[in-house]
Nanobody
Framework: QVQLAESGGGSVQAGSSLRLSCVAS????????MGWFRQAPGKEREGVAT???????RYARSVQGRFTISRDNDKKILSLQMRSLKPEDTAMYYC???????????????????????WGQGSQVTVSS
């Protein structure tokens, strides 16, 4: 059984930084694709950043250059460093892991989310102007 637990969200002013962490428990392997999603009220879940099994990172165009994703396979920690935050970054952020890759910048819903292997409970990020 794998569980993902996020932490590090909060309410900040535009231009601030936050760091999200996701700690994995259970037998989660380095072969899983991991990443971050976000979901604003009334919208579908958006892929924000991914890190492949070989360490390749990909970002949604909206966060490119401001967000940095990293993973520590030994400690089973996935992180998302967010800089120069904007009000449009306000959302619930989810850590996720799956045996198949997915694309940042795409929106996902319905059965795609249900079939996804592992989700964290979410961490709220609120950015005020």
């Amino acid at each position: 059984q794998v569980q993902l637990a996020e932490s590090g969200g909060g309410s900040v002013q535009a231009g601030s930084s936050l760091r999200l962490s996701c700690v994995a428990s259970g037998s989660i392997g380095s072969e899983l694709y991991m990443g971050w999603f976000r979901q604003a009220p009334g919208k579908e879940r958006e892929g924000v950043a991914t890190i492949d099994t070989d360490g390749t990172t990909r970002y949604a165009r909206s966060v490119q250059g401001r967000f940095t994703i990293s993973r520590d396979n030994d400690k089973k920690i996935l992180s998302l460093q967010m800089r120069s935050l904007k009000p449009e970054d306000t959302a619930m952020y989810y850590c996720g892991a799956d045996s198949h890759p997915w694309s940042p910048g795409e929106e996902y819903g319905g059965s795609w989310l249900e079939d996804f292997d592992y989700w964290g409970q979410g961490s709220q990020v609120t950015v005020s102007s």
